[in-house]
């Protein structure tokens, strides 16, 4: 165990990663692009190597691949990992370890055969509505990437389907979108209620899944706008942007636990389905809570979630029911390494 490093692409929530790999006395790997690595080695008590690449997708190449084996190096995918190096060379051409099942990576698109929708029908867990954009009726969201930024999502909202088709043609013309992302745009039934991004762990070591912790995000402009009195919010009429800049952890009704609990586990079960051996490690859901007191998934992260650093050196507030102490999902994951390693079972969480 002692030789083992933990690295991680430098971006989304790797500080978590790194932060709670210290904590269980783990080797740290930053992998880093050119021109933002400044914070990972200002951070030397917590980052114990640097890897700088000029693109994250150069951890494929054999050198870089190389150089991880020879540090014994787990990769815990992220997001950025996801966009970034693609999901075809993440199965076909990475030949380091990988923490969890890197073949469900993919499932967290819309479209294509492996999406989230099916995922979630599979599992019987209550989604929004999805219409073909020429056919959706009454309130709406387009979920869309950016033509700048693919990295980001576009979100349109309209009352119907004239309004959505209006908007579309007005987000066209100034170039938020293009006509390539529209067509792996997905309509999607708009359901108001309270948002919750709830932070799962499926522990093989342990058989058992746990919620280690729930949280909210913080988006720009609609942060700012939200701020404002709903007069100067008309008065503005600014175009709505849902740029994810951050997090801050939440709690949710107690009453609502087990219906998280039970979602959780029928999460797991159908991944295993479609995609043996299924969930390993880190999940997040991201539900909204009707007035009806239900829960509605509209949103799934098969990796771990983008909101964890608001629980990095504090812990989880649901991680202690289940570990008698608060850690975050970062740190959990360590654990695991730990306790599989120690057990001669890494084979079994790592893909």
Partial sequence: MASLSIACIASHSALDVFDGSKDEGFTTIAICRKGRERMYAAVRETVDRLLVLDSYKDIITPRVQERLREEEA???PNRSMAVYVGYTEIEKELNVPVFGNKFLLRWEERVGEKNYYRLLDEAGIRRPRVWRIDECSGPVILKIQEAKRPQERAFIFASGRDHLLSKIEDALRKEVISEEQLRSAVAEELILGAHFNINYFYSAA???LEILSIDRRIQSNLDGLLHLPAR????LDQPISMIE???????IRE???EEAYVIGERFIEASRRLEPPGVIGPFTLQALVTPELQLVVYDVAPRIGGGTNAHMGIGGQYSKLFLRRAVSTGRRIAMEIREMSSQDRLHEITT
């Fill in 74 to 76: 787990i990769i815990v």
């Fill in 206 to 208: 342990r058989g058992r």
């Fill in 232 to 235: 100067q919010q008309l008065e």
């Fill in 245 to 251: 800049v951050g997090h801050i952890p939440v709690t």
């Fill in 255 to 257: 009453s609502l636990l």
